[in-house]
Structure formats: C-alpha cells, structure tokens
C-alpha cells in the first residue's frame, strides 16, 4: 500500500467547464507515481486534496494524479507540479475517524495538462489525452517483451520487497503499454525516473528504458546481497566463538579452574581507579572500558581497546622518586665519576640548591651538554641521576627519522604504540625521571615527519605539562621529568636549541687525561680483563707518553681502548709464562704493548719555511693544526687553490689575495708580479674536507711570505677571519684550538684581539706553555710570524739607487791598472 499526503486542491462545487473544455480536478501527490492500469490506495490528509476528491465523487469520479517535483513542499504551487499525469477513477473513498481520507483508485490514461485553473479550495486542469506510439514490428514488439520480462524475471528473484506473483500476472499480458506501466509500477524507482517513465509516449523506448532501469538495479542488489552474506557470516563466527567461550568458562568453572582468576574487566576498572589519572584520561579510559564491555573478547577491535587501557594504566600519572637535594652527596657522586666539567657540575648543584629552598616547585632543568666524542657527556648523564637520585632513562635519538617516536602512533593504525618518551616513562614507572636525549644532533627529516618539530613540546617548559601524544590522545605532564640532551655540534634546529640551556664541553688538556686514566680508566680495565691491582702497574710517565704519542682526540675514547689493549697483553703473558713480581708499564717498554709510536708532540716544523703557515682548525672531534702551503711559480696571473676546501674557505683565499695586492707597495712586491706568475695555495691532507673563515691571516701570511720570500717561523700557529682592509676578525672554538697548539709543540699562537675576553676559560697550564698574543691587523701578524718584516717598494728603490750611485763613484775614483 502506498502512502501519499496529497496536496493543493480547489475549491468549487461540481467539476466546471472553461471554454467547452473539460476540467478535471488535481491531486498533487508526495512520493509515488501512478501508472494507468494500476490500482492503489492513497491517504489523503490536505484539505485542498480532500476538496479536489468531494468535486470528483460529485461529478463522475475522475481525478487527474500529478506527482509533485518536490515531496518537501506542503502546500504546492502549479509550478511545483509536473505536466504529464496518470487520469484515474476514484473506486472507493472511505472518511477516516482522524480527518484523513482512503481513496481507492484506477489509472486509466495518461494525460497532458494543457492548463492548471486554480479555483477557491483546490486546483483543476484542462487535460489532453497522450496516446501510446507503437513504431516497431510485431517481431520486433514481442522479442522486447520477452527480454523485459526476462530483465524483471531476474530483478525480482533478487528484490524481495517484490511477491512472485507479479510476474505470474505479468505473463498473461499481451498489451506492451500495459507490460510496461504494470513492471514500471512494482520497480522501486526514484520519482523524477518513473515520471520520465510515464512521460514517454513510445513504447519501445519505455520499454528499453526499463531494461537499461533494471540492469542497474539488478547489479545494486547482488552487490547488496553479497554484502548480506558477507555481514551474516561474520555474525554467524562472532556468534559461535562466544557461545564456545561461554561454554569453555563454564566447563572450567565446573572444574574449579577458574575460581581464582579474578574478571578481565573487574581488574582494569580497578586498576583504573588507583592509576591516579587525570580527569580528562580517567573519563577517556573508562568510556573505553564501557566499550570493551559490550564488544566480543575475542573480536579484533577489542584487542585495541584493551591494549590502549593497558597502556593508559600503566602511565605513572602520579608515581614519583624522591629527589635528592643533598648538595654535598650530589657533589662527591659528580666528583667521584667525573674529572672536571667543572661548569656542567656547578649547574647541577645550582638546580639543586634552588629545589631546596623552594621545597621541589622548580620545573626541571632542560640542559644541552654540547661537545666531541668521548669527553663523557652520555656518562655524565648517568652521573646527573645518581646524583639526584632520579631514576635514568636514555633515548638514543642518533637516526630517528619518523615522528612517531616522539608523539606515538594514532590508534587507526595497526599495531600502534605511544611514543618513546611516554613508553620509557611506563617501563621505569615514575613520572620524574633523568631522561638523557642522546645524540640529539643527528636526528633527520622526511616523508613521515620532523622529530626535532616534535621534541618542541616536550623541552619547552611552558609546553610540557600538557604534552599530547597521539596515541593516548589525552594530556600528560612532563615538567617533572629532568632532560638532559647531548650533542656534538650545535647543528640543532634554532627553535628546539632555543628551549635548551647549552653547556659546551671542550676537548681535555693533557693533565686531565693523565688523571681520568691514573682515577678511571685504569682501575676500570683492570677489572674488566680479570686482573688484579697487584698484578700491574702502568706508570703516570708511561700514562703521559700513552696520551702523546699512540693518541690524538678531544676526548678519553682511544685512550681507554689503548690501556684496554695493555691490559689484554698483560693477561696473556702472565697465562704463558707465570711470574710473581708486578708487571711494569713503563715510558721505555710501552712500544712493545703497543707497537711504534703514531704521533709525534712537541714537533713542530724544526725550520722555518717559506710560503708555509700553521694553522688552527676546529673539528667534531677536537683542535687541530692545520698547514697551510703557497708556491708562486712562473705564469700568467693564474690563481689555484686545492686541498678538498669549501667555499667559504676559497673565498677566503681571495679576500686573502686582494689583501696582499691592495698592500703590494707596502709589502715590497712588485705589482708585475701578479701578472708574470701564478700563486697556488694547498692544504695539505686533500681527501679531507676543509671550511670556514678562520684560516684567513694563514693564507694571507702564507702569499705574502711566498712573494716576497721571507720565511714564516715554524714554531708560530695563527687563527682569525681576515677583511679586505686587513683586519682581523673573531672566531670560534678557541679552546679546541689552543689545546691543539699545545699537543703540536707550537710556543706562540696568534688569535684575534676580540677572542682574548675567551682566555679566562682555558686553563692556567695551557696559557703558561704557550705566548697566546691577540692581533687586530695583518701587520701585527707579520710582525711575529715572519722572520723578518718585508721592505717598503719606495725605500727598496731608494736603497737600490743609492748603492748604483755608490757604485758609479767607486768606478769612477779607481785608479787604471796597466796589465
């Protein structure tokens, strides 16, 4: 049965004629399309559609049925109507108790409305009758029967809103029209689709458009009933694994099994309760548990569910160590474990002197330990957690490249965890911990996201004690947990340096070494090969000699594997040949634990040499010299650099080469020289890349000596940025580079008159060893480097003529000799 809330209507009293034409009043309907040859009940509740049915029962109970083009509208307009309707005769009307009518009709014709006339209380129209078109042959006419049947045959074996007598019904029925509008009828088709149905007069194209109708919606069904079957099946597994869980539960409740294992979700909710949770995470956490109540165990979903609750519950949300403010046990575990890093030990003990007086309120420190390998920043981190009594967590950071291991994963995706910072936090089980970001320079970029971008909220103070991860996707504090990063340049990105208070750890003198191995290192591999301290002894002599000649670095790392080395040599003698005394490990027997001596200290070039300078240079991994040579050799003006150097480093040989030319006269060099011959600078060791500005009064020193021919002194080493007015600029990494002076056995060092305010960092030792003069101008420079400085062209050409002078008058006085 279909129902239709009918509309608009016109008032009159009979049916009128307009013209000599008849009018037929107007059931707009909402919804359905009527087919001559259909009968159809049809409620009607408007009053203008209940005026347009009284008209028709008082005149000979017909009625045009228009479907409307916009089921929504309530009270239609002509315009909302369409033109083309179905003229039908009113069966039976029958008044229902709520004010709504039942009408009963019969499609009879379709009809064209030639015009709408609206009267008081409904609408009636003007119609013409549309005639069927037929412009195929009966051969033709009954293979598209037979083919439309077969089609509706087919759709409505898949349609089961549709009974099979209707295509019993079908069969006996010859007319094609009617074939056409009886199957148009039954098919569940969009309104604007069967009124286009309706509209078409020739029946060969209603019927083809059926066919094309039902072949869509034949294919919709067997796509819908594979995914029926697809669901039942589902359901039908779903089904049968709880009955069999119910079953195996209560077979091992009868066999007393399951007495003690306490309920899944009794746990979880309990554990929930005691998780100390915030608001906002025990609201989120037992909505999930609500949900994990109504799911299937076995089902996948609620294994997510259940692993997320895991792991909301086993976040320490108020689980804390007691730190340790005791300034005099923090100092003596620091001192114990450390040599030095006097500035990284006196920030810890500041840290902990201001959480003493402020009873624990201070947020915790974010420091950047910032230096080469092996001087013990990730050692020292350790150290830090000791000394706070924090527990310690180390994330290496060397490579990550994925976001995700910052924030975590999102819960849609498969196999997803939180982050590393919330899951070390679970695994340690205390919210403030000493969490060491390891390597924190080397992390990368790419399709998966930018870590170091992650790693801003969680080391920004004011950012932290709501840190988001994805997974858990609520709010966690971190501003209790002390972190501490490690890098070994500052090639960190300014935004998360900015949040990071950077200590920078410089390479260590030799005295330091010499100490760290005699408190350290010795002690340390002693134990680790299995000797005993009275087995060996390795002399401080043989210690210094260890640290000059077999090793060349900033930090302990080589120094360490070099004793470890003895150690094992130790060993092995004392299993082959047994002895009672001590071995020995001195300066004269060092090189047969060792072999020969690699370096050489304290030798730098024994004779001064022309157009070659020694230069300072910093790297990763400490100070080192660095030599730079020149030759002027017979050309057309050419100038060449080599070395493998950067570009930074070429332009500063430039900046070098106009220095010497705009200073030619000054410097005594004929101005021919440049255009007659080639000048070549090369830093030697060429398969290593070599950069930067500081080498700059090197190269020019180096120019200058190599025209003019005076020789550099061997035992001066230089560093600073030069102008193109000669003067000379402030640079970096002093300390590296004084310390690599003084491993080389250079006694005199050249820096920028603007690094002296640096000189209060480097120790007393160094500066004592070493002449440390701090220059403005190039001038300076020459004055100490060369061996002499160079004469002025003006004064050499006066010279020059006064000696011809001198000459001539000598020639001239001197008395004729007869032979």
């Known amino acids: 049965m279909v129902e239709t809330n009918e509309i608009s209507g016109l008032s009159g009293n009979d ?91 019969e499609g009879s014709q379709r009809s064209k ?151 899944e979700i009794e746990e979880l909710s309990k554990k929930i309760a005691e998780a100390g949770m915030s608001k906002e995470a025990k609201t989120k956490a037992e909505g999930e548990l609500n949900k994990l109540k109504q799911m299937s165990p076995m089902s996948a979903e609620a294994t997510v569910v259940r692993n997320y609750i895991e792991w909301m519950v086993n976040v320490p949300w108020k689980k804390k160590t007691k730190v340790r403010y005791d300034l005099k046990v923090a100092e003596q575990v620091l001192e114990a474990e450390h040599y030095g890093l006097d500035k990284v030990k006196e920030r810890i003990l500041e840290y902990l002197a201001v959480q003493q007086r402020v009873k624990g309120e201070l947020k915790g420190p974010i420091l950047c330990l910032v230096g080469p390998p092996g001087v013990g920043k990730t050692s020292l981190g350790e150290s830090i957690a000791r000394a706070t009594n924090r527990k310690y967590v180390r994330m290496a950071l060397g490579g990550v490249r994925d976001e995700a291991e910052i924030r975590g994963h999102r819960r849609t995706y498969i196999g997803s965890m939180p982050g590393k910072i919330l899951q070390n936090l679970a695994k340690i089980k205390t919210r403030n911990p000493m969490f060491l970001l390891d390597e924190i320079d080397k992390m990368a970029a790419d399709f998966r996201g930018d870590p170091a971008s992650a790693l801003l909220e969680v080391l920004d103070p004011e950012q932290n004690h709501t840190f988001s991860d994805h997974y858990l996707e609520v709010d966690f504090d971190l501003s209790d947990v002390m972190f ?59 210690v210094r000699d260890l640290v000059r000649y077999y090793t060349r670095e900033a930090g302990v790392r080589s120094l360490e594997r070099e004793i470890s080395k003895i150690c ?67 050309g057309k003006g050419k100038n060449s650099a080599t070395g493998k150097l950067g570009d930074v480093m070429k332009e500063s040989i430039e900046a070098a080469m106009t220095v010497v030319r705009s200073r030619a006269d000054i410097l005594g060099i004929d101005n021919e020289v440049f255009q007659k011959s080639d000048i070549h600078v090369h830093v030697p060791e060429g398969a290593t890349p070599k ?93 100490v480097a060369l061996q002499r400085l160079p004469v002025a062209a003006e004064i050499k050409n006066k010279e020059e003529l006064a000696k011809v002078e001198v000459d001539a008058a000598r020639a001239k006085n001197q008395p004729l000799t007869a032979h």
């Open 484 to 542: 501490v990063a490690t890098a070994n340049t500052m090639n960190i990105p300014p935004a998360l340096l900015d949040r990071m208070e950077v200590i920078r750890l410089a390479g260590y003198t030799e005295d330091e070494k010499i100490n760290i191995a005699l408190r350290y290192l010795i002690p340390k591999q002693i134990k680790n090969n299995g000797l005993k301290s009275q087995e060996i002894e390795i002399t401080e002599e043989a």
């Open 113 to 263: 409305v030639l015009r709408f006339q609206d009267t008081a209380s409904f609408f009636s129209a003007e119609v013409a009758e549309i005639d069927d078109l037929l412009t195929i042959s009966d051969q033709e006419r009954d293979v598209l029967q037979r083919t439309a049947i077969n089609s509706f045959d087919q759709y409505v074996k898949l349609n089961s809103k549709i009974p099979p007598e209707v295509l019993t019904s079908l069969m006996g029925i010859d007319d094609p029209s009617r074939l056409a509008d009886t199957m148009a009828a039954h098919m569940g088709l969009k309104v604007n689709e069967k009124q286009v149905i309706l509209e078409t007069a020739d029946i060969a194209k209603r019927l083809e458009r059926l066919m094309t109708l039902m072949e869509g919606e034949v294919d919709l069904l067997e796509m819908e009933k594979k995914i029926r079957v697809r669901v039942k099946q589902q359901m039908e597994k779903n089904q049968r694994e709880y009955y069999l869980n119910e079953q195996m539960k209560a077979i091992q409740k009868e066999l007393g099994d399951m007495d003690d294992v306490p309920n």
């Open 15 to 105: 049916v009128s004629e307009s013209n000599g034409n008849v009018l037929v009043p107007v059931l707009p309907l909402r919804d359905v399309v009527v087919f001559p040859f259909m009968v159809i009940p049809l409620f009607v509740g408007r009053e203008r559609s209940i005026d347009a049915l009284d008209a028709a029962m008082r005149d000979n109970k017909q009625i045009l049925l228009v479907a409307q083009k916009e089921a929504e509208i309530d009270d239609p307009e002509v315009a909302d109507l369409y033109d083309v309707g179905t003229l039908a005769n009113i069966l039976q009307l029958l008044k229902l108790p709520d004010g709504t009518v039942k009408v009963l009709v």
């Open 691 to 783: 950069d930067g500005p500081s080498a700059g009064i090197g190269m020019c020193t180096a120019i200058i000596s190599a025209l003019t021919k005076i020789p550099v002194r061997a035992c001066v080493a230089m560093t600073g940025e030069i102008t193109l007015r000669g003067e000379v600029l402030p640079i970096g990494g002093l300390k590296e580079k004084l310390l690599a002076a003084h491993r080389g056995g250079i006694t005199t060092v050249l820096i920028p008159a603007e690094n002296e305010k640096d000189l209060v960092e480097i120790p007393e030792n160094i500066k004592k060893n070493l002449d440390i003069r701090p220059v403005h101008w190039i001038d300076e420079v020459l004055e």
């Open 568 to 634: 094992r040599k130790v060993v092995k003698s004392l299993l082959l040949k047994p002895r009672k005394s001590k071995v020995k490990v001195v300066s004269s027997n060092l090189d047969s634990y060792l072999g020969v001596k690699r370096f050489n200290y304290g030798l730098a070039e024994e004779h001064d040499q022309i157009g070659q300078v020694t230069g300072l240079a910093w790297t990763e991994v400490g100070g080192e010299l660095l030599t730079i040579e020149t030759a002027v050799i017979p």
